[in-house]
RNA sequence: GGGAUUUUAGCUCAGUUGGCUAGAGCGCACGAUUCACAUUCGUGAGGUCACAGGUUCAAGCCCUGUAAAUCCCACCA
C-alpha cells in the first residue's frame, strides 16, 4: 500500500520539487531566444500563446518573511494554473541586490570588524559587498523551493547582472541625449548616518512633538522649529494680502546673532493665520523655502554639512552639531532679549526609513529625471486602459500620483549599487569640452577623451531606477528582439509599492519599448497578524513563512495564505488557516487513498458513464467547481476559487459522492472524477497532488504537465433529483437529532409511502441516514412525519418520543409560517406582481404552495399528538 | 488639506450586473464512533448587513448624508 493513513508533507516535497526541476517542466515549452524553424525569416515564436510572470525579485541575501510568502502562492498558483491550460508558461525568478538595504547590514558587519567605508575606495568595496553577498546567497532560493515555486531557474536575473547594467546604461545614455537627465544642486533628504540622498518617496514621515520657538528680528516676529539654522536665512517672507505687513515689504531687518541684514519679501508661502504671519526662509535647509528662494532669487547659505556640523555660521558655533548648535543659539538668543516665546506643537518630521534618523533637507549636486514627459505617456496609455488593476481602483491613485510626480533624484551615495555612468571633466582648462560626459566604462575611475581627462562620478543609481527595468530585462527583451513573453502577461507585487516600482516599470518600459511592460497588475495587502496588526520584529508577532512550511507542508502555508484574502487588502493571518489547508490535503489524501484501494481490487474499464443519480450529480458539480475556478483566475479571485475546491471537494466529493459510491462502485468513474479534482487543486496545492499523483496506480506523467480537466458527461435530470436524495437525507438526520435520546438514527425505521425516489435508493438512503431499515408504509401513517412538501416519510417512533417532539414542530410550523407570511405579502403587492420578472413571480407561487402544502401536514402530524 | 479603502455571526472574511429564507472557515453547543480520513462524521445555535434618509415592485449591494477605523499623498515656518 503505497498510502499511508495520513499524508506528511515532509516525507514527499523536497523529492517532488527536484524532480520538477530536472525535468524541465519549468521552462517555457516555446523558446525564449528568436527561432526561425520554417526559414521565412521571422521569429515564429511572436504568435506563441505564452504566459509569462515575473517574481519581484527577494533580497537575494535575505531570507523570505511572510509577504514573500505571499507572493509566491499568487504567482506559482498562476503558473501552474496556465500551465495546465496549455501555454507556454515562464515564470521569471530574480534576486534583487537591495542596494540600501544590503549596504546598511554590510555597513554594521563592517563596523563590527572594526572598520568604516572610508578605508576603501569605491570599487573595493563594491567588490567586498559582492563576496559578502555571494556568501550568503542560495539561502532564500531554498525557501523559493520550499514554497514550491515553479520558476524557470536557468533565466533567474541578479539585479547587477551585466545585462541588467547594458540596459540600464543604454536607458541612461537615451535620455541623457534626449535631455531628460540633469544635474542639480537641489535640496535632498539626507541621511546624515547612512551619508546617502533619497528619493522623496523613500522618506517616511512621522508626527512628532516638537516646540516652536518666537524669535525678533528687529520688530518682526517669526516662528521656527529650527533656530539653529538661522545662520542660513536670507530673508523674512509674509503674505503679500497681510495688510499688517504691507508696509515694510522689501526693508531690510538685522539678522540676531549675525551682523548681516535681510530683506523682507511677499511670497504667499506665508500663512497669515499661522504664528505671526512673518516666516524665516532657509533656502538651503527647508524645501519650502528653497522654493521661496527660486521664485526671488535668493542666496542658499548651507549652514550645516553633510556631516550634521556647523559650517558658514560665526566662529563660536562653527563645528558644533545641529543639535548642540540650537542649544547655544538659543541660550544666546535668550541672553539678548530675543526669544519671545516658544510653545509646544505636534508637526511631521521627515525620517530614515531605514534607521529612524531624522533626514536633513540638504543642497546637493545630483542627478536627476525630468518626469514631465515619462509620466504624461504613462498617463496617457493608463487613460486608454492598456493595464488592467487589481483592485480597480489603484489605476486612478496612480494616474492621481503621476500627475503630481516631481522630478526623480536618482543619485545615491552608496558604493553597492550599479555606478552612474557619467565622468565629470578633471581639467577646467578645455573650456570646449562639455563638463560631464556619458560613459560605459565605469570600472574606471579616470577616463580620457579626446585628450581630456574625466574623472567617474562616485554616486550609484537609486534601484529603482534599473528595477523600472525589470520586465524588459527579465524577457531579455531588445530593439532587435523583442520577446513574445514581453509585455508581461501579469505583474504580481505588492500595494505599498504601487508607486515606487510599479510607476517606474510603466514610464521605463514605454520609454524603452513603446510599449506597457504588462497587461494587468495585481496587488496583494499586507499580511496582518492574527488580530489585524502589522508584524514588526519590535511587536515580536513576526509569523516566519518557512516554520509553517516545516510543520504543516507548502501546500497548507499556501491554501491558508490565500484564504479570505482579497486585492489590494491588508488582511489578517493565522495558523489556523494554514492548519485547514493542511486538513484539506489530508483529505485529499485519504479520498485517494480509499479510491486507490478500491481500484486495487480490480475493475479494468477506462471510459466512464454515470449510473445513477449520485454520479451525475458530482459531474454536474465539478464541471461548476471547474466553471468557477477559471472564472476566478480570470478575476484574479485566489480566496475564493480556493473556497470553491474545498467546499467541492470536502462537502460534496466526499461526503456526498464517495458515501454513495460505498454503496453503489463505478470504478472508472471515481477515477476520472479524481483525476480531475487533483488537478484542479493543482495550481495551489502543487506538493500534495503530485505526491498523490505518483502514488495512484493508473495514472502518468506528472501531474505538474497535465492536462487541464474537461467537463464531465452526466444526465441533468438525473443530476438534479440526487437533490433530492439530499435534501431527504438532511431532513430525516435534522429530525433524528432532534428527538430526545440518543442514538436515535440507529431506533427508528423510516417508512415511505409512494415515493419512487427513496424507493429506488433504498440502501443509498439507508447508508446515509443511518436507520436500521428504510420500508414501505404500508398502512395508515405512523410515527413521526418528516418535515417534507414532496415526500410521504416517517420515522416510527412511539407515541411517547412523538409527543416530545411537539414543541419543536411547533417552532417548526411557526418558522416556516414566517417564511409563507414573507411571501404571501411579496405577492399581495401588485407593483411586484406586475413589474417583476415573470419567472420569479412563477418561483415565488411554487414557493407559496410548497410552504402552505408542508404547514397543513405538520398541523395535522400535530393535533394527533 | 487632497485621495483611497473599510464597517456583514464571537473572530477572520465572502456576498460579481439589485431578485428565493444573507454564506464560509475557525470558534461554540449537542450527538456519533474502529472497516479512506479524530487532520473524522452528523446536527445545531449565533446577524437590526455601522447609523439616518432616498431611489426601486425589490437594497448588504445603487444615491445622499453622518459616524468610526485604516492607509497613501501633500503640508505643518
Known sequence: MKFASSYEPNQYEADIYAAWETSGAFDPVIPTVPVDDDGNGHDDRLNANTYSIVMPPPNANGNLHIGHGLTIALEDSLTRYHRLKGQSTWYIPGADHAGFETWVVYEKALEAQGHTRFEYDRNELYARVWDFVAMQRGNMELQLRALGASCAWDD???TLDENVIDRVYTTFEKMWNDGMIYRGKKLVNFCPKHQTAFADIEVEHKDEKGTLWEIAYDDIIVSTTRPETLFGDTAIAVNPNDARYKDIIGKEVHLPLTDRTIPIIADEHADPEYGTGAVKITPAHDFDDFEVGERHNLERIQVIAEDGTMINVPEKYLGLTAAECRKQVLKDLKDQGLLRGEKQIVHSVAHCYKCGTVLEPTLKEQWFVDVKKLAATAIEHLEKGEIKFYPENKQKVLINYLKNLKDWNISRQIPWGIAIPMFR????????EPDWIFDRRTDLKEIEKAGVKYVRDEDTFDTWFSSSHWPIVCTDWTEENPSPYYPLNVMETGADILFAWVARMIMMGLYVTGEVPFKEVYLHGLVLDAHGKKMSKSKGNVINPMDLVAKY??????????????????????????????NLCNKLWNISRFIQGIVDEGDSLDSY?????????ICRELNDCLDQIEADFE???????VETLYSTIWDKYADWFLESQKIYRNVPLLKKTL???????????PFVTEAIWQNLSWTEGMIITAKWPTRLEYDPISAEQFENIRTIVSEVRGTLQALSGTNNAKKYTLLYDNDSLVEDNLLLVKALTKVPAVDPLNGAPRGLRVALANHELYLDVPEKVVKEYKDALTEKILSVGRELDALNARMMNPNYV????EHLVKETIDAIKEKESLISRLKTQLTLI
Open 553 to 582: 507542508g507548502s501546500d497548507a502555508f499556501r491554501l491558508g495564505i490565500l484564504r479570505g484574502r482579497s486585492a489590494g487588502m491588508n488582511q489578517a493571518f493565522s495558523e489556523n488557516s494554514v492548519i485547514s489547508g493542511r
Open 156 to 158: 533567474l536575473t541578479f
Open 635 to 641: 478575476a484574479y479571485r485566489f480566496a475564493e476559487a
Open 609 to 617: 458513464t454515470t449510473l445513477n443519480q449520485g454520479e451525475d450529480w
Open 425 to 432: 571633466k578633471a581639467n577646467s582648462e578645455a573650456t570646449d
Open 834 to 837: 406586475e413589474r417583476a420578472p
Open 675 to 685: 483525476e480531475t479534482i487533483l488537478v484542479a487543486l493543482h495550481p495551489f496545492a
